[in-house]
């Protein structure tokens, strides 16, 4: 009624039709509207609106648009947490608690969901007196004494740098602690069809390493191109977003700069907690994914089950090491399984934002989809049907040598960890009890077979949606791990066995790659620059990325090519000579130990470290090693030759010399 206050039929006219328009677009905002037609009259009023001519008339509806407008953005900005909910619908329960918070309004309730970047959905069960803050949920709300609400979906940002024609998608699955303990890798107790699926369609890189045995400084140097000492993370504490880091961009944050929908869940980036990564976004989220889909939780806590494992010696049946779980396979109770069925997800979502894209461009949107699986990461509870794969536990052969290798400085090895049982005696030798040995490889062992099953599904997914042929699918282990290898248990040193990574990258147009496999010397910080490559994306250094990989393009146009790199490099932090705990800050480091692979040798050196400059003292070494690699394919997980250290044997001194020389040019780059 208040045009009416306007001089001309016309005039009014305009209006009342621009008003209904915005209504309608801004989906009416029952409490915000009237309070903007309110605060219009009482602004105009004094304007003496009779007296209008026609030109103060449009100056004024423009005026009045604006101010419509401008308010209606700002109501919706705030997701209406003032009341206008979904009363007595609860949201399913297929989507994931991020968090709960009890006895609550309903509008805080909505607002602790809009403070939360990974949340989607909100839920305030009025029985319970309980606001439940999720994640993105599939289905429908159900009817029930709740009151709910969705977040908004921001509309995705710009890409600053353009899409290439006919640019590839990328499926990316890192395994968390996964040695070459596969089919594919010659190791006949394995049960990987999949993974030897995968090898046989792909590339397999017989010897590829990543530089840091430990999950957070290995996934911030393969994720941002750099290695351990560009990024300055050896520890769980400190995050490569710090200092120098802040504005690097990532692996997944490139592709998402040239367009692509970029989609994540499960562990990818190394998580934020309490203590660790303070202040620095979770999983990278936004910057390394698309903001208009939530990443998926890092590791979501597993459903209820029941372990079945048999109580064996002083042993009960749940040690907390290992878990013969009473779940099927296909169930979506474990953490990985829901991330699995996450992933499966994501990969219908980008074939309808693909598909959307071409029927409105004619060009489909590539995406890069991330999926972290955990296991075989301890605790290994893993279904009870891929136990079967395997012998019972006293047929289940030991490590080769289960001693520490002879003549080895003590600050290159460690006692037992991640496994119960095990560091009763830290000392070299003589910590290893058989059968617990026995029963955690055979967990292993099902681990890595229960990882292959969920690989597997979303292979057979992509496949479905018809990506197959126009997908880069890597997957390999974020570092190593030792099984009673030189009478260790876990990753955390610089052996073969900590270091080496079973890599696999398929890319059908590469059509010499196919089915094949390549003995060079490849790192983790290759991944970048060489799936850039792959996609058909320009290299990342042209874009300003100093990152420290190599592209492997050309290992895919001929896999016999072993010149592009002839060393990989590797290194370890500790805080005392035995010390493998990640709980530390860079400058607490007392020894920093330096590996390079050539082709037949392995040479460690550890050095002291210059905590108030943050580098080691080159000329302070307390420990040095050298393997011979000789006749190692790659191929064999028992090779001997990291049994016995030569670096002191007289004939081996000249070698010593010049791959010392190498590793103190590596650590000036």
Sequence with gaps: NWTSLLPTRSCRSILCLTIAVLKVFFHLLPSHIPNTITNFRESTAPLGTQNMTRRTCVAAASLSIFALLTTARSALSQDDCSGNFMKNQCSGDNATVIRWIMNVSAADCCKACHAEPQCQTWTLNIGEHKCYVKGPMTGDFRPGTCVSGLKPTPPPSPAPYPTPKNAKNVLFMPVDDMRPSIGAFNFSMAHTPNLDKLA?????????????????PSRNSFLSGRRPDTTRVWEFTDHFREGAGKNWVTLPQFFKRHGYLTLGGGKIFHPSSATENIGLPDNDWPE??????????????????????????????????????????????LSDQQIRDNCLDHLR??????????STTGQARPFFVACGFHKPHVPWVVP???????????????????????????????????????????????????TRSRLYRRAYYAAISYQDYNIGRV??????????DSTVVITFGDHGWQLGEHDTWAKMTNFELGTHTPLIIKAPWMTGSVGRM???????????????????????????????????????ED????????????????????????????NQTKFMGYTIRVDEWRYTCWFQFDQVNIRPFFNKIVGRELYDHR???????????????LVNETQYASLVSELHSRVLDYCQL
């Design 200 to 216: 046989s369609e792909g590339l397999l890189f017989k010897r590829a390493y990543v530089q840091y045995a430990f999950c957070s």
């Design 288 to 333: 390394s994914w698309s903001p208009e889909y939530p990443y998926f939780a890092n590791q979501p806590p597993n459903g209820p089950h029941t372990c079945l494992n048999p109580a064996i010696g002083r042993d009960g049946p749940g040690d907390g090491t290992w878990c013969e779980a009473d779940v099927k396979k296909e169930d979506s109770v």
């Design 349 to 358: 979502i980008a074939k309808n934002v693909s598909d959307a894209a071409k």
């Design 384 to 434: 009870k049907e891929f136990f079967a794969f395997f012998p019972e536990y006293p047929d289940i052969p030991l490590a080769a040598d289960v001693f520490a290798p002879i003549g080895m400085p003590a600050v290159a090895w460690h006692p037992p960890a991640d496994v119960h049982g095990m560091d009763e005696t830290p000392s070299f030798n003589g910590t290893t009890n058989y």
């Design 459 to 468: 292979l057979a997914e992509l496949d479905t949606l018809g990506f197959t």
């Design 518 to 556: 390549t003995s060079v010397l490849a790192e983790a910080v290759d991944f970048y620059p060489t799936l850039a490559a792959l996609a058909g994306l320009p290299t990342p250094e042209s874009e300003g990325e100093q990152i420290n990989g190599t592209s492997l393009l050309p290992v895919f």
């Design 559 to 586: 896999p016999t090519n072993t010149t592009v790199k002839t060393a990989a490099f590797s290194q370890f932090a500790k805080i005392s000579e035995l010390s493998v705990d990640p709980h530390f800050v860079r």
């Design 631 to 645: 006749g190692d394919t790659g191929l064999w997980l028992d090779f001997p030759g990291e049994n016995r250290n």
